[in-house]
T-cell receptor
Framework: GAGVSQSPSNKVTEKGKDVELRCDPI?????LYWYRQSLGQGLEFLIY????????KSGLPSDRFSAERTGGSVSTLTIQRTQQEDSAVYLC????????????????FGSGTRLTVV | QKEVEQNSGPLSVPEGAIASLNCTYS??????FFWYRQYSGKSPELIMS????GDKEDGRFTAQLNKASQYVSLLIRDSQPSDSATYLC??????????FGRGTQLTVWP
């Protein structure tokens, strides 16, 4: 597609429920990244995919968080047993090049999923 | 965030002035640097990238990079109220991941 697409744009869920967030990167972008941003805070790195593998998942805050990417394209971030502290905007980004001294193109971000846990 | 430091601001300048945003980083091997603009309630958008020492100009924006001092800056000339946003500095890495600063909030008042 023309841009990075994320769905849903907003999600309200009850504490303890599981949620799935979806990201569809720009066609041909091999690298995909998940970040989250709490209100008034900076970007918190979660996980990075190169193709279907995740060489860096160091930012996942707990084992309730998992992510996968299939076909080198769409990625799903799953949060199990949601907690109120999971409330944030979850941002997905993709880039054309990753690795080496690359990523010369920077990221393109999606519009995000605003997750509210009540 | 600890690897990329930005003045947290907020920075407030009058319309027409030059806004100067600064960023330092700790990883000497970084080769690529980026400035993103984030309007309130929106996602970050890439506005400048710079890879070589010196200045890079794009319209009213100038990015400056000094690798010896591990310093990158963004100048916005003839600032407009529409430039009011949070500006994020980022450096690249060997794995392709970007490391972001916490951002500097800029307000341009008429």
């Amino acid at each position: 597609g023309a841009g990075v697409s994320q769905s849903p744009s907003n999600k309200v869920t009850e504490k303890g429920k599981d949620v799935e967030l979806r990201c569809d990167p720009i066609s041909g972008h091999t690298a995909l990244y998940w970040y989250r941003q709490s209100l008034g805070q900076g970007l918190e790195f979660l996980i990075y995919f190169q193709g279907n593998s995740a060489p860096d998942k160091s930012g996942l805050p707990s084992d309730r968080f998992s992510a996968e990417r299939t076909g080198g394209s769409v990625s799903t971030l799953t949060i199990q047993r949601t907690q109120q502290e999971d409330s944030a905007v979850y941002l997905c980004a993709s880039s054309l090049v990753a690795g080496g001294q690359a990523n010369n193109y920077g990221y393109t971000f999606g519009s995000g999923t605003r997750l509210t846990v009540v | 965030q600890k690897e990329v430091e930005q003045n947290s601001g907020p920075l407030s300048v009058p319309e027409g002035a030059i806004a100067s945003l600064n960023c330092t980083y700790s990883d000497r091997v970084s080769q690529s640097f980026f400035w993103y603009r984030q309007y309130s309630g929106k996602s970050p958008e890439l506005i400048m990238s710079i890879y070589s020492n010196g200045d890079k100009e794009d319209g009213r924006f100038t990015a400056q990079l000094n690798k010896a001092s591990q310093y990158v800056s963004l100048l916005i000339r003839d600032s407009q109220p529409s430039d009011s946003a949070t500006y994020l500095c980022a450096r690249g890495s060997t794995l392709g991941r970007l490391y972001f600063g916490r951002g500097t909030q800029l307000t341009v008042w008429p």
